[in-house]
C-alpha cells in the first residue's frame, strides 16, 4: 500500500519534474552528481524528488528510516558515496562530530544568496545546513471522544489522564492513550519531552558530565508510567507507525504525536471516517508547573558532504536548493509540513507544530554527546516501566551506561 | 602427497581464510583496544528558525591534529572490556561484596547490560538447540515414513520455516501473536484472560522467541537426519525385527548410534547459529524484553553516536564464548577423528 503510494508519488514527481525542467532549462542546477540520502516521510519525498528532478537523470536519492545508520559511513569516504544527507538537529551532530560535511558559507555566497537567513542553520558562526521544515510532537486528540465525555481539550498530562480515566470509565476505550513508546530512540525521545517539560538539565553546564538522576528525573519517569497504565499493554513495542496504526483503527483518542505524522492520520485512507473526520491536533503538552511545554522543536534540512569535488558540491548546492524552494508548494505538498519557506499556508493539521514553536518549546539539544545519552535513555527506561526496579536505580543506570559511553568516545575522561 | 603439490592444493583456501577471517579478527582486536581521541569540546552558538542557543561542539581542527598523530585512536588496552557497558569489573566485585545473598548478586548483574544481553542468549541456546535436535530428528523419522509419492510435497513443506527469510518469518510471528492475531487471540481464549499480552510479559515475549528459533531451525536439522536416515542398513534393521525389537527400541538402538555423528554436526551448527540470535529480536520488537551479545553489537553501532571499541570488544567476547562453547564438540570430532584412524 505505502509502496504503492510512493511509486505513484514518486512517478508523479518525476513527471513534474520534468515538465518544470524543459521549462526553465534544469531550474538553475549546475552539472555534478548528488546522491540524497534522508529519512523517509511525505515531505521529505516531496523535496528529494524536485531535488533529483533539478539535477538531472544521474541524480539518486536513498531515502530509509535506517538514514543514520548508513549516513556518516556513506560521507566518510573520499570521493564520499552520499554528496549530501537530509538530518534534522539531532542527527546533524554525528556528521559534525565525525566531520563529513562542510560549511556552506562560499557555496551560498555563489549559489544562494536569495535563502531565508532564518532557514541557514550555522554552528559557531559556521552555516552548516539549510533548514526546510519544522518539526514537533504534540496532542493528536479525538474530539468525538472528548464531547462524550464532556471534557475540555487536554493543556497538560494531568488533564490527559484525567480524560483517559474518565473515557476508560464510561467504557468507550479500554487503552484510551497512546504513544511512541518502544523501547530504544522512541522511548528516549518521550523521556527527552518529558524531562525538558519539568525544566531538568541533561548536563552539568558546559560539560559532558550527565545530570538527569534528580528530582525532575524521577517526576518523568513516573508521569511516563502513569500514562502507559492507559496505553495498550503492548506499549514498548510500538513505534510512531505502530502507534498511528493504533489510532486508525480507532483504539486510541490521545496521544503525543509528531507533526509530520499528523497529515497520515487526518487524511480519509486508513481509518474510519467517524476516526478520521474527528482527528484534531492540539498544542504541545505540559507536565507539572514548570511552563515548559514537554516537547521539543526539531528542524530538518540538507547538508553537503565533505568529501566531494568542487563541482559536485556546487551541484548538489544548486539541486537541493531547488528541492527546497518556494516552487515544490502546490495543493498537494503544502500540508505535508510546516514549510520553512516563503508561502507556506498553514493548514490545520499544521496547528500543532506551530503551537508548539509560539509557546516558546525548546529545541532537540544540539551538543555532541547528546545521542549517547539518547542511547543510554532508549536501553534502560523500560526497565523502570515494567516495574522491574526502581525510578532512581533506572536513572542510575542511564547515568552509568552513558558515562562508559562517553569515556569510551572521548567526551569525559 | 609431496609438500609442494600439498602447499599449491591448499593455498587457495589458506589464502581466503587468511583474508576473509583472519584479518577481520585481527581487526576487531585491534579496535577493541583503542578508544577514541579526547574530544576538544568548545562552547558555541548555534543559531537556526528557532533562534540561537549556546550549545557545545567539537573543535574539528583540534581533534584533527590529535587523530593526525594516532590514527588509530587512543591506546585504551582492557579499559573497554572492563568498563560498565562490558565485563564490568569494578561494578561485579562492587555487588558480589554489597549484595544480599545470591538471588541479589544475580539481580544486579542481570541490570548490567553485557550480562543481562549474555543471560539471554546462553538461555536461548541451551533451551533451543536441543528442542531444534530432537523435533529435527522426529521430523525427519515421520517424513522417512510416509508414502513415497508423497514425500517429495513433505519435505517441501517442512523446509519451509528455513526457506523464509529469517526477518520476514519472525515478523509473520509477531503479527499472528499480536494481542489482536490469532495465535494471541488463542491463547487469550486457552488462557481465559482477555488481557493476556505475549508482547508486555518478559517471560512470553522470551517463550516466544525461543519458539521461533526452533521453528526456525528445525528444518536444518531435519535435513541432515534425513539424509543420514537413508544410509541406515536395512540388514540390521531387519535383523532387529527378526529379533522381535519394536519400533521405537529399533530407533533407540539402530538408528539413533548411527546417527550420532551427524548430531554433533548439527549441535555445533547448532550452538554457533543460536548464539548469534539477532534477527528475531529486531523483528519482534523485543529489546525492551531480552538483548542478546549481537543485538548489543548492532545497538552500539545502529545510535546517531557510533560506538565502534565498543561494538568490537563485544564482538571479541562473542567470539571467546563462541570458542568456549564448541570446545567440547570440537575435542569429541577431534577423538572420533583419531579413532578412525
Known sequence: ?413 | MKHKTFFWFVFPSVLLMILFIALPLVSVVTQSLYSKHEQVIVEVENCGPFGCTKATTVDQEATAALEEAEPLGKWAGLDIYKDRNHLAISEVGQAWINSDGLPDFGRTLMNLPFYKALGFTITYTAIVTPLTIILGFFIAIAVNSVARAMRGPTIFFSLLPMIVTPLVGSLIIFWMVDARGILGTGLQWLASDPSLSVKASTPLMWAMLMFYGVWHSAPFAFIVYYAGLQTVNQDTLEAAMIDGASRWERIRYVVVPHLAPLTTFIALIQLMDNFRVFEPIISFSAAAHATSLSYAIFNDLGGETRLLSSAAATSVLTIIFVAMLLSPVLVRTWRDFGTQK
Request: glycine content about 10%; proline content about 4%.
Open chain 1, 1 to 413: 500500500m505505502t509502496l504503492m503510494k510512493k511509486l505513484t508519488l514518486s512517478t508523479a514527481f518525476a513527471a513534474l519534474g520534468t515538465t518544470a525542467a524543459l521549462a526553465d532549462g534544469h531550474g538553475g542546477c549546475t552539472d555534478g552528481r548528488l546522491n540524497i540520502v534522508g529519512n523517509e516521510f511525505p515531505a521529505i519525498q516531496t523535496v528529494a524528488a524536485a531535488a533529483v528532478a533539478c539535477a538531472g537523470d544521474d541524480a539518486e536519492a536513498n531515502l530509509t528510516a535506517d538514514h543514520q545508520k548508513i549516513n556518516v559511513a556513506g560521507m566518510t569516504g573520499n570521493p564520499a558515496e552520499y554528496t549530501t544527507a537530509i538530518v534534522a538537529n539531532s542527527s546533524i551532530v554525528a556528521l559534525i562530530n565525525e566531520d563529513v560535511i562542510q560549511p556552506l558559507d562560499d557555496l551560498v555566497a555563489a549559489h544562494g544568496q536569495d535563502i531565508p537567513k532564518q532557514q541557514l542553520i550555522t554552528v559557531d558562526g559556521k552555516i552548516m545546513a539549510v533548514a526546510f521544515m519544522a518539526n514537533a510532537q504534540h496532542l493528536v486528540y479525538r474530539a468525538d471522544v472528548l464531547e462524550q465525555i464532556g471534557a475540555e481539550v487536554p493543556t497538560s498530562y494531568e488533564e490527559v489522564l484525567a480524560a483517559a480515566e474518565k473515557i476508560r470509565a464510561e467504557g468507550i476505550m479500554e487503552n484510551p492513550v497512546g504513544g511512541a513508546y518502544a523501547a530504544g530512540w522512541n522511548l528516549a525521545q518521550e523521556f527527552t519531552n518529558m524531562y525538558i517539560g519539568t525544566g531538568g538539565q541533561f548536563f552539568n553546564p558546559g560539560t559532558a558530565e550527565v545530570s538527569i538522576n534528580n528530582a525532575q528525573g524521577v517526576e518523568a519517569l513516573e508521569m511516563m508510567k502513569a500514562l502507559s497504565e492507559y496505553m495498550n499493554p503492548d506499549y514498548l513495542t510500538h513505534d510512531s507507525n505502530a502507534t498511528s496504526a493504533e489510532w486508525e483503527a480507532g483504539n486510541v483518542a490521545l496521544m503525543n504525536m509528531w507533526g509530520s505524522r499528523s497529515g497520515v492520520l487526518m487524511d480519509d485512507e486508513g481509518s474510519e471516517p467517524q476516526v478520521y473526520e474527528n482527528t484534531k491536533v492540539g498544542g504541545p503538552l505540559t507536565v507539572g508547573d514548570s511552563g515548559t511545554p514537554a516537547t521539543t522543536l526539531w528542524w530538518d534540512g540538507w547538508t553537503v558532504a565533505k568529501n566531494v569535488s568542487d563541482e559536485d558540491a556546487a551541484a548538489t548546492f544548486t539541486a537541493m536548493k531547488a528541492g527546497v524552494s518556494p516552487d515544490i508548494l502546490n495543493d498537494e505538498t503544502m500540508s505535508q509540513a510546516v514549510w520553512l519557506m516563503e508561502g507556506f499556508q498553514p493548514a490545520p493539521v499544521n496547528e500543532g507544530v506551530l503551537a508548539a514553536v509560539a509557546a516558546g518549546s525548546t529545541p532537540y539539544p544540539m551538543v555532541p554527546y547528546q545521542g549517547l545519552l539518547h542511547t543510554a535513555l532508549g536501553d534502560n527506561i523500560a526497565d523502570f516501566l515494567q516495574g522491574s526496579e526502581s525510578a532512581e536505580q533506572t536513572l542510575a543506570d542511564i547515568e552509568a551506561a552513558y558515562t562508559a559511553a562517553a569515556k569510551e568516545n572521548g567526551f569525559l575522561q
